[in-house]
């Protein structure tokens, strides 16, 4: 797994002489925001799961700063937020929006929100755009939480389940070609 990972991420040194990031030197020296540990890893595929379904380019701010702030591997978490693109974003949200109706109790009796995208005019844009997002509101803002929590438990989980089958069956392999 450490090979796979190590042909695609950038290395410490790499980092260090980017002159983008010299100013922020100190908060990216830690260890773990670099190493291929099982933990590191798991971690970083979580914070890169959750921070994939904040709007915008404010992703990658996120991933960074959760990534530093609970020190696991930083590379990877920014790696998984691409998740989320052009093709993946509507059947997230609308799964989220689904989740979140769910959840707050919106469909009982409620007549469900039109999921389609509203024909915005030049001169009424701004404030089509806002009733349509008002739709939406409350189921959204509580399904958007609820799966990318969802989505970054089930991906933790999974990496390290992944991650321990693994190394398992290198030992398997390297018992059974001793013997």
Request: aromatic fraction near 12%; glycine fraction near 8%.
């Amino acid at each position: 797994m450490r090979k796979l990972f190590r042909r695609f991420l950038p290395s410490l040194e790499t980092v260090k002489n980017n002159r983008w990031l010299k100013p922020f030197g100190h908060w990216l020296k830690q260890p773990n925001l670099w190493h291929l540990h099982r933990r590191s890893v798991a971690g970083g595929v979580a914070v890169g799961l959750f921070c994939g379904l904040i709007p915008g380019p404010l992703q990658m701010i996120g991933s960074t700063s959760l990534a530093v702030l609970f020190r696991v591997n930083l590379p990877v978490a920014l790696l998984v937020t691409l998740y989320t693109n052009p093709f993946t974003i509507v059947p997230l949200y609308a799964l989220a929006y689904e989740m979140g109706a769910w959840v707050s109790g919106a469909h009982s009796g409620v007549p469900m929100v039109h999921m389609s995208f509203p024909d915005l005019h030049w001169n009424s844009w701004l404030r089509e755009l806002w009733d349509w997002m008002r739709k939406l509101g409350k189921p959204l803002l509580i399904g958007l939480p609820l799966l990318a929590t969802s989505l970054a438990i089930i991906g933790y989980f999974a990496v390290r389940m992944t991650w321990r089958v693994a190394v398992i069956l290198k030992w398997r392999a390297r018992q059974k070609s001793k013997s």
